[in-house]
């Protein structure tokens, strides 16, 4: 219902969530009934792929909602997913049992072979998958909540923002290689077993997860559409255009800011928590602040302030990422990314999405209402 | 609205809707602000004239909670103290402020920009949730009517003319309801007309009771306001009284309108 | 003074038979026949004594004769009670004469040798060393034997003292028979106070570990002094610890100065999130090797000038980049900070990866020239002559751009730009060439400070991004638009840094003070030394 209602005036959408509902279902079911010899067979490995890329998409949603929307640049979005990331990694851990290197029955190998004697207290609970993936939302979301608390209130706005987002993740990054973290340094966790009593190398598992990245990919777009949509959606995109402006108004930026930063990051948490068990590892090089600026750039890329976009570029910069780091044309691959920043950046300020936006208003003025029709510096929607 | 009637508020009984006294903000040792003191009663419409630099614009920021004074009390509507508050909260108190440059949500429609101005619950949560109610509808086409962008009302906020830009931002500040109303320089820009019908506009404002202070170059528009004016410089108030009166005050003359 | 004194006559007078100059061969040839002759015995206690006879005869050979030994080819002759030896080249010597046997005799058996008369050997062997006539080896073996603190090379140590002439070695054999005498619980009591004295002067880590090893149940006196001496040397240690950690935070304050002061132009100044300011860093690196390399090839002899090269060099190479990125990128992208940031992120990837496929992605070695290689001491402070000149460096270039920004032309039209941009273009001020300049001026220092930094860090190409964070954090630290907050607040971070060390650890005190910036950030949006006034507000 809501859904419906949320959609009515939103044709992108629509056409978003078709796309991505449907391959929920077709490509685990190329991949599973499809027999290898079939040229429709989708591999493990472009299934894995794949999943990678949707947990990406909603990465870009994430980082769109803030920055399109509101215009936070965070430069460290890739801290909430990779935090994501680890509570999933320490769940899947602990789903190991026995079957790790050293046979213990509770301690991961790492802490056996640091020679710890007990698990510390903040992996406590992670035997349980509800527990875990409520830390999945609850540690980015706590994280970002406190820290956009204290830098909004703050009213840490702009670049300055940008550059603290960033020596956050730096910091994080750094954190995570110590070994004394307990977080397995700087290998990471790997060598999981089971998701949910699944095994995670198994075709179906793998077609499962993929699934359920595709429906937590249209959940999000949901879940961000909704805020947009809403009231509170315009009070954001009041404070992009003019912060200050809206503070006279009476509205409590600080509030506005932190509320969408943690939803934000909440997804950003619920993406890495999925990429991990479908990539099999989480290190801190996901940290790492060139990955989180990287994001960025597919938000750019797709356009942002246009949702659906995002999650585009997402898919096409890092398709593109696939194919050219592989083969002859790798080493060229950090020229195309950086010429990649440069020229969005100055020719295509709006991103794919949002110059298609464009072309189709200019071309059928009369079709739409006035206020669609016309361009703005910076687009709303 | 409020009524004035002496409360037992601990700060200084006063009549005032507004009263300012002793307030002082340098920046970096210059002086934006020397020991001002202003009081606006409520319902009055005053205009604020004074040479560049004279401090009118900080003054609306003391007001506003965008700058905080070093000393001196701002208190309003029986002592409320807007030292200790944020924007969003004096705002919420029934301040509203127009800002020199027409500053409307240029994303959003016309109507759209009313509509998050108009009174009402502010917080997130609430934000969050709320659907627009007849009441609020029916403000609406009141604003939009007065400020005369009935037409206009699809259209993105940035595609209108400067002049429409600085009604939509009346407009606002009327869905506000504010108590208190600071108009920086509204009819900057303006032509002639828009100049005439924007004095109109104001007086209209006053009469349904909101104060209104207004921050005015153009010593025509103040002399169609027809209201009592302040002169400042360097700070402090250097004159107040009738047009007629401030404008033949010699140091008036020095200073700002020229010989 | 005149303990030492005593000490010497002391140790003279032990020496009675073998006194003398050890250095001269022919010193004691009695000792010599006398320990020969107690080897001959072949009876464990005499072949011991045998070994310090001959270690103390001062013959040449004495070391390869004890070598011999504890290698199992010094022979007797049983039947005629003569000792020879088999060199390592195999021929037998006669061990008295050291000359080539050509007919050895036939019955030749070998030294028997236990653990206690190997030990004796070593240390004899080591004893040996510490009459080398070079002195920097005598100060090895002396620094040897404080470590192994071997009883058995005392009387040796003994003799060495009594020789020795220069007070360098002789300060460090001294202080290696403190170390013996004060571990050897049987020496008398007054000697081993005397140690104590002695290695409560030199005041080194390593004399605390001889005074720390003193077995608990030793008589008071001893323990009391001792307990004492390790207080006081560990006070001392503590305050040059201190004026080290000070010294090492200035170091580092100044190459975080040093990379953080061009980004406090283009960032500071004009407002550019310049995110390739590491790579303009790099590039001045990068510089620093080509010439070198030049030098290597075409002017070996003139190496040690070819920085002098490379610091104009890394300006204009860096500079002139940063003009052409000023001008093909940044000029359109003014007034929108965030787009800026990211098209310059986009430029550190390419400028990254041109110099990756044109150098390789390995470290290149950068040369220290001559005399900015070493360390000198100061008490127990240790100052490398390479970070002092770049403590002096970074000094220069700090009080250079502030001079330029105050009396050139060139700064003058920069602050007007940035101060009011229109005003500035109607005065005819080209701004856009004052942008581009002052962008270049910029780019050009983060070169210099990459020919700085080549000398204390791995040239890759990820050199400019291990400066990147640190470099903004520091100008925003220090308020933007103040080079004067930018050299304070790369002190204090540098400092803090470097204090938090010893207790938190390289990382974790990293970690910790990262933190502390980014909530001091949200104190103080604007850094230390904000500016303050309508202007600013956004």
């Not at chain 3, 100008?475 to 933007?480: C, E, P, S, T």
């Amino acid at each position: 219902m809501i859904t419906r209602a949320l959609l009515t005036d939103d044709r992108t959408g629509k056409w978003f969530l078709a796309i991505v509902l449907g391959l929920a279902v077709v490509v685990p079911l190329l991949h599973l009934a499809v027999p290898p010899s079939s040229p429709f067979h989708i591999s493990t490995a472009t299934l894995a792929l794949l999943g990678k890329y949707l947990c990406f998409a909603l990465l870009a949603l994430s980082l769109d909602l803030v920055w399109g929307y509101c215009g936070i640049l965070s430069l460290g979005h890739g801290a909430f997913f990779a935090l994501g990331g680890y509570a999933m990694g320490m769940y899947l851990m602990r789903q190991i049992g026995t079957r790790g290197v050293y046979a213990h029955p509770v301690l991961p190998d790492f802490m056996v072979f640091l020679n710890w004697k007990e698990l510390p207290w903040y992996w406590y609970g992670f035997e349980n998958a509800w527990f875990a993936f409520l830390m999945v939302m609850a540690v980015p979301g706590l994280l970002a909540f406190v820290f956009g608390w204290f830098a909004f209130r703050s009213r840490v706005t702009g670049v300055y923002l940008s550059i603290i987002t960033q020596a956050l993740t730096y910091a994080l990054m750094l954190a995570f290689f110590r070994n004394d973290m307990g977080f397995g340094g700087n290998n990471g966790l790997t060598d999981f077993k089971d998701i949910l009593g699944f095994p995670v190398q198994a075709n179906a598992t793998r077609a499962a997860l993929f699934a359920a990245s595709a429906v937590a990919l249209a959940l999000g777009y949901l879940v961000a559409r909704a805020i947009v949509a809403s009231r509170l959606g315009k009070v954001l995109v009041s404070i992009r255009d003019a912060e200050s402006r809206t503070r006279f108004l009476g509205y409590r930026v600080e509030h506005y800011k932190t509320f969408v930063f943690t939803v934000s990051a909440i997804m950003a948490g619920i993406a890495g928590a999925l990429y991990v068990p479908q990539v099999g590892i989480i290190n801190p090089s996901e940290f790492t602040p060139a990955n989180s600026i990287e994001v960025v750039i597919w938000v750019a890329v797709g356009g942002r302030g246009t949702l659906a976009g995002a999650a585009l570029g997402a898919v096409l910069v890092n398709f593109a990422k696939t194919t050219f780091t592989t083969g002859f044309l790798a080493p060229y691959w950090l020229f195309m990314l950086g010429a990649l920043f440069v020229l969005v950046t100055i020719w295509l300020p709006k991103g794919i999405l949002g110059t298609l936006y464009d072309f189709w208003a200019r071309r059928r003025p009369a079709e739409k209402s006035a206020a669609k029709s016309e361009t703005v510096p910076q687009p709303a929607e | 609205m409020t009524t004035l009637v002496p409360t037992d508020a601990p700060a200084p009984l006063t009549p005032s809707l507004l009263y300012l006294d002793g307030v002082t903000v340098s920046f970096d040792g210059f002086r934006a602000l020397n020991e001002l003191s202003l009081q606006i009663a409520p319902g009055e419409m005053r205009a604020i004239i004074g040479p560049n630099g004279a401090g009118k614009t900080t003054m609306m920021d003391v007001i506003t909670g965008k700058t905080r004074p070093d000393t001196g009390e701002v208190l309003f509507d029986r002592g409320v103290d807007l030292t200790r508050l944020d924007e969003a909260a004096i705002a919420n108190l029934g301040i509203g402020r127009k800002f020199q440059k027409p500053t409307v949500f240029e994303s959003h429609t016309v109507e759209d920009n009313i509509l998050l101005a108009l009174k009402g619950d502010r917080r997130a949560r609430h934000v969050l949730m709320a659907r627009t109610s007849a009441e609020e509808a029916r403000r609406l086409e009141e604003i939009l009517e007065i400020a005369g962008l009935s037409a206009q009302r699809e259209r993105l906020a940035g595609l209108l003319s400067h002049g429409q830009k600085q009604w939509l931002e009346i407009g606002m500040l009327l869905a506000q309801d504010p108590k208190l109303l600071l108009v920086d320089e509204p009819v900057a820009g303006m032509t002639d007309a828009e100049t005439e019908a924007t004095a109109a506009l104001l007086k209209r404002i006053s009469a349904a009771d909101h104060s209104v202070v207004v921050v005015e170059h153009d010593m025509a528009f103040v002399r169609a306001l027809g209201v009592k004016v302040t002169c400042l410089h360097e700070g402090s108030v250097l004159a107040e009284g009738a047009i007629d009166t401030v404008s033949e005050n010699p140091r008036v003359i020095e200073v700002y309108l020229g010989r | 003074m005149g303990r030492l004194i005593r000490l010497l006559l002391l140790m003279g007078s032990l020496l009675v038979a073998g006194a003398g100059a050890p250095q001269q061969a022919a010193a004691a040839p009695e000792d010599l026949a006398a320990g020969l002759a107690l080897i001959a015995k072949d009876s464990f206690n005499d072949t011991i004594t045998g070994i310090y006879a001959i270690a103390r005869s001062g013959a040449p050979h004495s070391a390869a004769l004890v070598e011999a030994l504890h290698d199992r080819r010094l022979l007797i002759d049983t039947a005629n009670q003569k000792v020879f030896y088999r060199d390592t080249a195999g021929a037998v010597r006669d061990a008295q004469s050291n000359d080539v046997v050509a007919t050895p005799p036939a019955n030749l058996t070998a030294v028997r040798l236990n653990n206690r008369v190997r030990s004796a050997a070593s240390a004899a062997l080591g004893a040996l060393s510490l009459m080398n006539p070079d002195p920097a080896r005598r100060i090895q073996s002396a620094q040897a034997v404080m470590k192994s603190r071997d009883p058995a090379a005392l009387p040796v140590l003994e003799a060495a003292i009594a020789a020795e002439k220069l007070p360098n070695v002789r300060k460090e054999l001294q202080l290696a028979w403190a170390a013996v005498t004060f571990s050897k619980s049987d020496a008398p009591l007054d000697k081993r106070q005397e140690a104590v004295a002695l290695l409560r002067d030199a005041g080194t880590r390593d004399a605390v570990s001889v005074l720390r090893s003193l077995p608990a149940d030793t008589a008071a006196p001893l323990r009391e002094a001792t307990t004492s001496a390790i207080t006081s040397i560990e006070q001392r240690l503590a305050l040059w610890g201190y004026a080290q950690n000070i010294w090492y935070g200035i170091s580092l304050g100044s190459v975080l100065l040093i990379a953080a002061i061009g980004l406090a132009i283009t960032f500071g100044v004009m407002g550019v999130i310049n995110m390739a300011h590491g790579e303009m860093v790099m590039l001045g690196a990068y510089t620093t090797f080509v010439v070198q390399e030049f030098f290597r090839t075409s002017a070996p002899g003139l190496f040690d000038y070819s920085l002098a090269v490379a610091i104009p060099l890394a300006f204009l190479v860096a500079g002139g980049i940063g003009v052409a990125i000023e001008r093909g990128v940044i000029r359109h992208l003014y007034g929108r900070p965030l787009e800026t940031l990211l098209a310059t992120w986009g430029i550190s990837l390419i400028l990254q990866q041109a110099v990756r496929t044109t150098f390789g992605p390995t470290n290149r070695e950068v040369g220290t020239p001559q005399f900015m290689s070493g360390a000198m001491e100061i008490g127990g402070l240790v100052i490398t002559w390479n970070r002092l000149y770049i403590v002096i460096f970074a000094g220069l270039i700090f009080v250079g751009l502030l001079l330029a920004l105050r009396y050139t032309p060139l700064g003058l039209h920069m602050r007007a730009v940035t101060q009011n941009r229109r005003m500035a273009s109607s005065m005819g001020i080209r701004t856009g060439r004052v942008d581009a300049l002052t962008f270049g001026l910029g780019s050009g220092i983060a070169g210099l400070a990459g020919v700085a930094l080549s000398q204390i860090d791995n040239v890759s190409p990820n050199l400019g991004q291990s400066y990147i964070i640190d470099s903004f954090l520091v100008v925003v630290f220090g308020g933007v638009g103040n080079l004067w907050g930018t050299l304070v607040g790369a002190l204090s971070i540098g400092m803090a840094n470097k204090l938090l060390e010893p207790y938190a650890g390289a990382v974790l005190g990293k970690i910790i003070l990262l933190v502390a910036i980014i909530f001091f950030i949200q104190k103080r949006p604007r850094g230390l030394f904000a500016l303050k006034g309508r202007a600013v507000e956004a």
